[in-house]
C-alpha cells in the first residue's frame, strides 16, 4: 500500500483528536485542530494510507527565520516503517520552501535515536521552564 504526504492537507478534527490520543495517551479532547492550525502553523504534513490518517507532524514558526516541530505522531500499527521520518522530512523541505533557516524540536531521550538518528537534527543545549 502506498503511503502519501502532504503539506497542510485537508483532515477531520476527530481522526486526528484520534491519532493524537492513540499516539500520546490520553483522553480525546474535542480540539478544534483545524482552527488551532490555521492560527499558529506554518502549516502541517499528514500522512495517509488508502485515505486514512496514519501519521501527522505540526510546523510552528516565529514568521521569520526559525519553524519548530510538535506533536510528530504516526499510529502504532504503522510504526517502524518510516512513516515518522517521512514526514519529518516533507515538514523540513516545506520549511526550506517557506525561507526558513532552522528547524527547532524538542524531545525527550527515549526519542534520541528518532530525531538525531533517523531524522538528523544534531543536539543542541536548550532550556525549559515547566509553567
Not at 54 to 80: C, K, M, P, Q, Y
Not at 113 to 129: E, K, M, P
Amino acid at each position: 500500500m502506498t503511503i502519501t504526504y502532504v503539506w497542510r492537507d485537508d483532515f477531520d478534527n476527530t481522526a486526528l483528536d484520534a491519532l493524537h490520543t492513540g499516539g500520546f495517551g490520553g483522553p480525546a479532547t474535542g480540539t478544534d485542530w483545524r482552527a488551532r492550525l490555521e492560527r499558529h502553523s506554518l502549516g502541517w504534513v499528514c500522512a495517509r494510507e488508502d485515505g486514512l490518517l496514519i501519521g501527522f507532524v505540526n510546523v510552528l514558526w516565529d514568521g521569520g527565520l526559525h519553524a519548530f516541530l510538535l506533536d510528530t505522531v504516526v499510529a502504532r500499527e504503522h510504526r517502524s516503517r518510516g512513516v515518522g521520518a517521512a514526514l519529518v522530512a516533507t515538514a523540513a523541505d516545506e520549511a526550506r520552501a517557506a525561507r526558513c533557516a532552522w528547524l527547532h524540536v524538542d524531545f525527550e531521550e527515549h526519542l534520541r535515536a528518532f530525531y538525531v538518528d533517523a531524522c538528523g537534527f544534531r543536539v543542541t543545549a536548550a532550556g525549559l521552564i515547566a509553567l
